[in-house]
């Protein structure tokens, strides 16, 4: 410490604290998480315009504009809390490199939020406060006081599902001015799940065992709360042509391969490390968001249901995110 400066907020220490070289290929990558986000960052207020003029504006069947409305409203106020959950990362994470990074992903997640209200507008929006399901899931995140939980919860659980809601209506072509818009997006959360893979571990080695685990009780508690999230949307993801189940499976694929990578950096095996809360939820939601084939045989719905209990996912890695990486229009050309 500084002689005479007391407990200074001002942290001298933040351009030293990489312990290996592990590490520091880590905190390497989060620093260009900002410089990246520089390059590809778009102009929310030149690219709907551009895109509503390319096709004639909003088209959507009237019957489809609520439910459309009711799944982007969701999303944006998840844009709110991913911008406020960005921001308290980026004031309170010592290390240069993963402070730039947050502070990168609070810039993005801004643009998300105006980007999303201007699109929404279009459908005449008005804003009303969320249901209870997606409400506490936000909730939960934002109000979690320790980094590693809103690091976890955002970056490595929510990110998630919205890259996969994104996917997912994109590939529908429900409406082509979001269908383009949201490859801008997805281009992005991409990048912000890579912060979490990045930065989660440094956090992970120092932590004792039982905070580890604490750690993990509570993203068992923010699955349950994503599942009741998903059982409130189901109705309108269903209208709109979606099937809950697609959202699952692929939420479930994208959320693994974070958490995969994060804790291959610091020597855990996920496989070792069973969790039979996060099975019995896995075994709840494979009850509540049956595949089609037993959806009617309440028997083979249980055994389902059972058999993913037991069910050890396959390991995997960053490559699930791969396919968000879509060429958009920046502020410095089409990349
Ligand atoms: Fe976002
Ligand atoms: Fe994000």
Redesign the pocket.
């Known amino acids: 410490m500084i002689p005479g400066l007391g407990s200074s907020p001002i942290r001298y220490d933040m351009f030293n604290l990489v312990r290996d070289a592990e590490e520091a290929r880590r905190l390497d990558k989060c620093e260009r998480i900002y410089h990246r986000g520089q390059q590809m960052a778009w102009d929310g207020k030149e690219i709907l315009p551009m895109l509503l003029a390319k096709h004639g504006g909003v088209k959507l069947a009237p019957e489809l504009r609520k439910p459309l409305m009711q799944v982007f409203a969701i999303i944006l106020w998840g ?1 709110l809390a ?1 911008w406020r959950i960005s921001s308290q990362l980026a004031d309170r994470l010592v290390p240069l490199e993963a402070k730039m990074g947050a502070t990168s992903q609070a810039f ?2 801004a643009r ?1 939020f105006y980007v999303m209200y201007d699109y929404l507008r279009e459908l005449d929006y008005q804003v009303e406060p969320l249901d209870r399901a997606p409400q506490a899931l936000l909730d939960l995140v934002l109000k979690a006081d320790k980094l590693p939980y809103k690091l976890l919860g955002m970056q490595l659980m929510v990110e998630p599902i ?1 890259l996969t809601i994104f996917q997912t209506v994109r590939e529908s072509g429900i409406e082509p001015v979001l269908c383009e818009l949201l490859r801008y ?1 997805e281009r ?2 991409a990048r ?1 799940v890579g912060l979490g893979m990045q930065y989660l571990p440094s956090m992970l080695k120092e932590m004792s065992k039982r905070e580890i685990a604490a750690l993990f009780a509570f993203q068992v508690r923010l699955m349950a709360l994503a599942m009741a999230e998903l059982k409130f949307m189901e109705k309108d993801l269903k209208t709109i042509g979606i099937d809950p189940r697609t959202i699952i499976d692929r939420t479930r694929s994208k959320q693994l391969a974070a958490l995969h990578e994060a804790l291959a950096a610091v020597g855990i095996d996920p496989h070792e490390q069973r969790n039979y809360a996060a099975a019995a939820l896995n075994a709840a939601t494979e009850y509540a968001f049956p595949d089609e084939s037993v959806r009617h045989e309440p028997r083979a719905r249980l055994e389902a249901a059972w058999r993913r209990f037991w069910h050890q996912d396959a390991r995997r890695d960053a490559s699930e995110f791969a396919v968000h990486e879509h060429a958009i229009k920046t502020v410095h050309g089409v990349q």
């Open positions: 844009e991913a993005d997640e998300h919205a997006y992005d959360e912000h």
